[in-house]
């Protein structure tokens, strides 16, 4: 997979790392592979899903944490660091959370996505800010650039998807070409679904007169619908040497937190838990490739956000309910310059700067109210030769925080800066030369990650003294692309080790309600991913492609010798995992089919087996016809994409029956998925 593949669906394309349209003549040395290759989840996949969190599900050593149906919180976790750990970044530039650094990937629609990508470390590129040289791991979600053809000057695409639980979302894109170089794009989605499913629910426990009492039923998960909107305005176009882009984000939702089904089946995990969220950004970016000595470029990024959360119980639905009714509201500003010169043909070096602002206000009481200043700056060159490609990198990362000395949990009274120099190596050798045999490729670095302001400031839980946690990551992987013909083979292993240091932990004190954060924690993994993909183009006039994927991940808990939870398997990371994807096309049809497997877990690093959690496999299968409305069938030949493209006019059905086997399973302890379910998307465009 590179970095700078443009695949054209429709009347879109693949907007690559740029975000923009580019001329032929600012391609040029611009475009550059990174370093070490990530994974592309294309348009094929990802338009079979409500939500970017459901396309992620197959791939090898991710964990997405779902915490059930459509509205259920989604969160990723790359090779066992911790989703705190995983950057996401839209057109470029990282969506932040400072308040848990947590980004739920179910508020992110997959519709208006031309590719979604995953870098297990940074993505290496020859000019890029300093925020991505300190990604532990990092998801980019690459949005469609528009492209006119026949001299038309307006695309439009309505989509409409329904399915189980009864889930509605009707989504509309239009596109407006402005000139011969500049477009503005409007898409604008709506989603709603009650969030119920039936589920098993089983609970025995031995009485002391030697009985056994407990439950073995079917209920029905209630509480968890989801109301939401969101709506982008986008904009964007290239000079001879130059491109730009600009975006409008905003997104509102109203959903229901069921809590975890932990209680007896005549007592029902309560309805009355709500959450209410209103996400607006504005973001751009300005890029500029000088032909001059040295051909040096620049780049310059910002963003503004604004978001607001409130949580609240409803005694209506459920009046045995704690109540509560807490709004925080984060404010964040956020710059980037970088610069890159090549002094040779064989180097090039890179310089980065970045700098944010965050602020969390709330109301509830004593709250600390804290503002963050960070900055990044970043050093890198890229030493390239005909079969070698290395790669080295500095990042020095610094935050001073200032909070109200009220009331509020946090030990020290003191405002606390925290800062961290983390260094990169990063290498590529193909033997054969650049895309002929294999390819070996790896890394070694340090990342840090900054304790949140839940850590540090929540009220009765923060210690404004803790220390950032630092991982140290190390990767090896091989890459043998072959080709035979109209069989193309491309075999992948990956092994590494990652080791986790002043890991952040919760401690409870006297009460339940009360907890101390500490830096006590350590965790080590080891691990190795394998793939193994398989493609055969027009056999017969059906293209087919099979894919393999396996994991394998020992992430222990080595905190403390003498703790029940030494040695143990981290929580909800599976000692073996793996899928497999099986699919054809044939004439505008076409048909996938994916079993995803996960061992056996545990809920807590205490291996014990009241934390067990059974293994589990689901069985996918996806259907989908594309009709050209008053243009003839494309050809039975290897060329009858140029006939599909010509079409101004498309429509794409296609059904995706999920759990087929209606598997029994839990993400997260407590929070069964649902069973069978179907999701019917329709898509016209023109």
Request: with cysteine.
């Amino acid at each position: 997979m590179q970095d700078t593949t443009v695949s054209e669906t429709g009347n879109r394309r693949d907007s690559g790392m740029y975000g923009g349209i580019i001329s032929e003549s600012a391609v040029e040395g611009m475009m550059k592979r990174p370093l070490v290759t990530g994974r592309r989840i294309g348009p094929e996949r990802l338009g079979t899903t409500l939500c970017i969190a459901d396309a992620l599900r197959e791939e090898a050593g991710l964990q997405v944490r779902d915490y059930g149906g459509v509205g259920g919180l989604k969160t990723l976790n790359i090779r066992s660091l911790g989703t705190e750990y995983t950057a996401v970044f839209v057109d470029g530039i990282q969506i932040d959370n400072a308040q848990n650094m947590q980004v739920d990937l179910g508020r992110f629609s997959a519709d208006g996505l031309s590719s979604v990508e995953i870098y297990n470390g940074h993505r290496s590129l020859c000019l890029q800010p300093a925020r991505e040289y300190a990604s532990a791991g990092s998801v980019y979600l690459n949005s469609s650039v528009p492209v006119f053809r026949d001299g038309r000057k307006v695309n439009f695409t309505g989509r409409v998807k329904a399915g189980s639980s009864g889930t509605v979302s009707p989504s509309l894109n239009m596109d407006f070409r402005i000139g011969k170089a500049s477009y503005v794009s409007m898409n604008a989605e709506f989603l709603t679904s009650n969030g119920r499913y039936r589920y098993h629910a089983t609970k025995f426990i031995s009485m002391p007169d030697g009985n056994v009492a407990g439950y073995d039923t079917t209920m029905t998960r209630r509480g968890g619908d989801i109301t939401s909107g969101r709506a982008v305005l986008k904009a964007g176009g290239h000079g001879e040497h130059s491109a730009w882009d600009a975006s409008a984000y905003y997104y509102e939702s109203d959903r229901g937190l069921p809590g975890p089904v932990v209680r007896s089946a005549a007592s029902l995990p309560g309805e009355g838990d709500r959450q209410e969220d209103r996400d607006i950004f504005i973001q751009g970016s300005y890029r500029y490739s000088s032909p001059g000595r040295m051909r040096p470029e620049w780049m310059f990024k910002g963003r503004f956000v604004r978001n607001r959360s409130r949580y609240f119980t409803d005694p209506v639905r459920n009046p045995q309910a704690m109540p509560m009714d807490v709004t925080y509201r984060q404010t964040s500003g956020y710059i980037s310059a970088s610069g890159k010169i090549e002094p040779s043909g064989w180097c090039s070096v890179n310089i980065a700067a970045d700098a944010q602002y965050s602020a969390l206000e709330g109301n509830p009481e004593h709250f600390a109210r804290p503002v963050r200043f960070s900055f990044w700056g970043a050093a890198a060159s890229d030493l390239h030769w005909d079969k070698i490609r290395l790669s080295a990198s500095v990042v020095y990362s610094i935050a001073a925080d200032k909070y109200d000395n009220t009331g509020a949990g946090a030990f020290s009274r003191e405002n606390r800066t925290r800062n961290d120099l983390s260094p990169a190596l990063m290498f590529r050798i193909t033997p054969a030369g650049e895309d002929r045999g294999p390819a070996i490729e790896g890394f070694a670095r340090k990342v840090f990650r900054m304790p949140s302001f839940n850590d540090l400031y929540y009220t009765t839980i923060g210690n404004a003294a803790l220390r950032p946690e630092t991982a140290a990551q190390y990767d090896l992987g091989l890459i043998w692309p072959m080709r035979f013909g109209r069989t193309g083979i491309e075999p992948r292993a990956d092994i590494y080790c990652y080791r986790v240091r002043d890991k952040i932990v919760a401690l409870p004190t006297s009460s339940q309600f009360r907890w101390t954060m500490f830096n006590i924690g350590r965790a080590n993994t080891l691990g190795s991913d394998i793939s193994m993909t398989l493609t055969n183009d027009a056999l017969c006039g059906i293209n087919t492609s099979l894919t393999a994927k396996y994991t394998w991940q020992k992430s222990v808990d080595r905190t403390d010798p003498g703790n029940s939870s030494y040695g143990g398997q981290i929580p909800y990371i599976p000692l073996h995992s793996g899928s497999i994807t099986a699919s054809a096309g044939y004439l505008g049809w076409r048909v996938a089919l994916c079993p995803v497997f996960t061992g056996e877990r545990w809920s807590s690093s205490a291996n014990f087996t009241d934390y067990h959690l059974d293994r589990w496999t689901t069985f996918d299968a996806t259907v989908s016809k594309e009709l050209f409305p008053g243009h003839k069938s494309f050809r039975k030949s290897a060329g009858h994409e140029k006939d599909t493209l010509a079409a101004h006019n498309r429509l794409k059905l296609s059904i995706a029956l999920r759990n087929l086997t209606g598997s029994r399973y839990q993400v997260v302890q407590g929070y069964p998925m649902p069973g069978f379910n179907v999701l019917f998307a329709a898509e016209y465009s023109f």
